[in-house]
């Protein structure tokens, strides 16, 4: 159990860091940093979607000859 609790106050800890950091970019008026951030995850799933795929037509490819 003593693991655990080290575990969540180590990501809790974090997670205030991100916070505060969010907060300091918005007090900025920078919201760029969130923007680019999600831009980039949908990017990133777009691909790992289109990969998938890729695989699958192989797969199936493959599965024929």
Do not use: L
């Amino acid at each position: 159990g003593d693991n655990m609790d080290r575990q969540q106050q180590q990501a809790s800890k974090t997670n205030a860091q991100q916070v505060r950091k969010q907060n300091a970019a918005s007090a900025q008026g920078s919201s760029f940093d969130t923007e680019f951030a999600s831009e980039t995850d949908v990017q990133e799933v777009r691909q790992q979607n289109a990969q998938s795929q890729a695989r699958k037509q192989q797969n199936s490819s493959q599965q024929q000859q």
